[in-house]
């Protein structure tokens, strides 16, 4: 059963940074994507990076491009999302969620989901 267990969310003032890491249990595929999504309350799920298992690819939301850092470890089977210069409208609930495969893209289907980490910027 693959499970995916994030962290590292908290309060931060603007300009601040945070590392979110996400752990992930029993995915047995070597070929997959990963990425990180956030939802602030009353909107929609907005999609913030992704990376491919290869690290061929990465890609970033124009919104966090410049601020934003998606990387992952396989050996300690953790992704990460660095998240310099904060922003007020950064404020969400963040999820890294995985799908099996050789595509990789913001807008892809993703099939494994964690509970999220809520991240809190203030002005």
């Known amino acids: 059963q693959v499970q995916l267990v994030e962290s590292g969310g908290g309060s931060v003032q603007a300009g601040g940074s945070l590392r979110l890491s996400c752990v992930v249990f029993?995915?047995?595929?070597?070929?997959?994507?990963m990425g990180w999504f956030r939802q602030a309350a009353g909107k929609e799920r907005e999609a913030v990076a992704a990376i491919h298992s290869s690290r061929t690819y990465q890609y970033y939301a124009n919104s966090v491009k410049g601020r934003f850092t998606i990387s992952r470890d396989s050996a300690k089977r953790t992704l990460y999302l660095q998240m310099n210069s904060l922003k007020p409208e950064d404020t969400a609930m963040y999820y890294c969620?995985?799908?099996?495969?050789?595509?990789?893209?913001?807008?892809?289907?993703?099939?494994?989901w964690g509970q999220g980490t809520q991240v809190t910027v203030s002005s």
């Open positions: 029993g995915y047995t595929s070597s070929s997959y994507c």
């Open positions: 969620a995985a799908v099996d495969g050789v595509r990789c893209s913001l807008d892809g289907f993703y099939k494994y």
